[in-house]
């Protein structure tokens, strides 16, 4: 694969000798009233100015061939200088030619408890046709129904575990206990035997790529309902009593927690944290608004994530596709919280 051969993004044509020429031009012929010398100039003018125009003109279009400088509608890196992830910003082929090497492994945790088991089957037929394909993918499916875990197809080099888990009386609560059981799984089994580790929202589909792009240190997703606001607008946890509390005036991005992800290790320093995090204040008798997603926001200020998926990534089905939106590659399906949450 040929690398990238240059870093600067097309120059516009510049403009300047043209207007030196159209002013001698207009010096000679008017002011001077010199046919001849107009004219000598007109074609000694012309040349350079156009071999200039040449240049510019035609080189743009090879110049764009090579830079990925081509998303000018979006910003693509933070301001601590992580990538934040559009369509057009990178190159698969390159990615791939990079991580397949590596041989690595991407856990990936769902769970499904309750009424949610009914979301499972089109996560994993969508996941299989677009996530991480050609990687190895060990799926973990936490359920309190696993007779009820849909028989789906894997490709080569994909698996899926199934742990029994009890569920619990309040979505609240499935939600941010989803904490603890991704750093028991990681501290049981996962620490030693992956590279990298997501876990996602289990009422969602998949409708477009989702590959090594996404792998980094630490990853979170921009969510959809904040990606175009100013950061009072965000619904970060607000009282000082939390743990979550983020004052006005400070924060970066609201992230979504339906995904969470990036190596093992720090992954693992995350939910511990937040699960502790989220302890206290249990003990403080107080819930953050978002719960878990209030705490990691609180944990990736502080934290900052390596990697930023833009919206792409985390959408939902009820808003249409924003003009900044390329292509969805994950989104929320539809669903009514009254007919599938416990309470
Ligand atoms: C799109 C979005 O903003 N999602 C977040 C949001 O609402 P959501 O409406 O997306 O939350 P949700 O109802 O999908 O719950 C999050 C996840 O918990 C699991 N689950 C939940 C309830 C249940 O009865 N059974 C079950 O398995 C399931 O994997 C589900 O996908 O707020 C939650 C706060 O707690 C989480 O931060 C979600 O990630
Ligand atoms: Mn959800």
């Known amino acids: 694969l040929a690398p990238p051969s240059y870093v600067l993004p097309p120059r516009a044509p510049c403009l300047v000798p043209l207007a030196v020429s159209v002013a001698l031009l207009v010096y000679f012929s008017a002011v001077r009233s010199s046919i001849l010398l107009s004219s000598v100039f007109v074609v000694y003018a012309a040349f350079p100015v156009n071999v200039q125009l040449f240049i510019h003109l035609f080189s743009c279009p090879v110049f764009s061939m090579h830079v ?150 630490l990853v979170a997703a921009v969510h959809h309902s904040f990606y175009n606001y100013p950061r009072d607008q965000f619904t970060y946890e607000r009282r000082p009593k939390s743990q979550a509390y983020i004052p006005y005036g400070q924060g970066d991005y609201y992230y979504c927690a339906a995904m969470v992800g990036g190596q093992v290790e720090q992954v693992y320093k995350l939910v511990k944290t937040c699960r502790i995090q989220l302890n206290i204040d249990k003990a403080n008798s107080i819930e953050a608004v978002w719960q878990e997603e209030s705490h990691f926001n609180h944990y990736l200020l502080y934290n900052k994530p390596t990697k930023v998926l833009s919206p792409e990534y985390m959408w939902i089905d009820l808003y249409k596709q924003a003009s900044v939106l390329k292509v969805i590659r994950y989104s929320h399906v539809l669903k009514k919280n009254n007919e599938v949450r416990p309470n």
């Open 68 to 217: 990925l400088v081509v998303r000018t509608d979006v910003v693509t890196v933070t301001p601590w200088l992580a990538p934040i992830v559009w369509e057009g910003t990178f190159d698969t082929n390159i990615l791939d030619a990079i991580y397949k090497p590596q041989n690595i492994t991407v856990a990936t945790t769902v769970f499904a408890m309750g009424k949610y088991i009914q979301f499972l089957k089109d996560f994993l037929e969508t996941a299989e046709k677009y996530y991480m394909v050609g990687y190895r993918v060990r799926y973990f499916i936490f359920t309190d129904s696993p007779e009820e875990v849909p028989v789906v197809p894997l490709g080569a080099d994909r698996s899926l575990t199934i742990i029994t888990a009890p569920s619990l009386n309040r979505w609240q609560d499935i939600s941010l206990g989803r904490m603890l059981r991704l750093e028991q799984l990681i501290e049981s089994q996962l620490a030693n035997e992956v590279e990298y580790i997501f876990s996602l929202d289990v009422d969602t589909k998949f409708h477009g790529h989702w590959g090594a792009e996404t792998l980094d240190s």
